[in-house]
């Protein structure tokens, strides 16, 4: 019986944690758990994520963001110089581009406000996680 009530209570704290913070997510979907902070500024947030399977850390091979209006069109992405290297980290902060990364896409380097936009974050073995954000 304690270890249900532990089980339980792990289970709620771990709801409590990812549940809070200054997220403005709408959908959440994907084995990979990811969140926007927009602590810093709304129309370049920072965005982290986590493989709750594996525990694995916070990095990735690809980072894509689209309109929910147009999911096929990427505004901005980054994807690792050497795939299936994982090179980008979590967290990481829209726009920004590193030696390890190249661009998909840059028509939208800044979000624009009143737009939700997907954030999509895939490792190299395929499997990946989104959130929807609408920027404030």
Do not use: H
């Amino acid at each position: 019986m304690r270890i249900g009530r532990f089980i339980g209570f792990l289970a709620m704290g771990l709801f409590l944690i990812i549940g809070c913070g200054n997220n403005q997510s709408d959908t959440t979907g994907g084995s990979i758990l990811v969140e926007v902070s927009d602590a810093s500024s709304t129309t370049n947030p920072f965005y982290t994520w986590f493989n709750p399977s594996d525990n694995s850390n916070g990095t990735a091979e690809k980072l894509t963001v689209a309109r929910t209006s147009d999911l096929n069109k990427v505004v901005w992405g980054i994807v690792s110089n050497q795939p299936p290297q994982e090179s980008i980290t979590s967290p990481w902060k829209q726009g920004d581009v590193s030696a390890n990364v190249s661009t998909i896409s840059t028509d939208e380097v800044n979000l624009q406000s009143g737009v939700t936009y997907r954030i999509t974050v895939t490792k190299a073995d395929n499997t990946s996680g989104f959130v929807e954000y609408k920027v404030p």
